[in-house]
């Protein structure tokens, strides 16, 4: 389920999405139907990302707090953590 902006039918701007099967919610920006700009995606294992996005996945600087207490703060590129 999608809340938010719409352009030419694709989700654009800012909203929130519920994927289906519980596997998370993000609430952040689009672009063209894919997450791009800032958002959080709260995945359904408790791990919570929140930083930039580019073409649908985590890339640039952002925070992945973990389930089991650890934290990495920095840089992503293709949603991996670099650096």
Known sequence: RYVGS???????????????????????YWLHNKRHGSGTMSFANGDVYEGQWSVDQPNGVGTLTMTNGETYTGDFINQHKHG
């Not at 719409?6 to 952040?28: A, I, S």
């Open 6 to 28: 719409f352009v030419n039918d694709k989700r654009h701007g800012f909203g929130k999405v519920w994927y289906p099967n519980g596997l998370g919610v993000y609430t952040g």
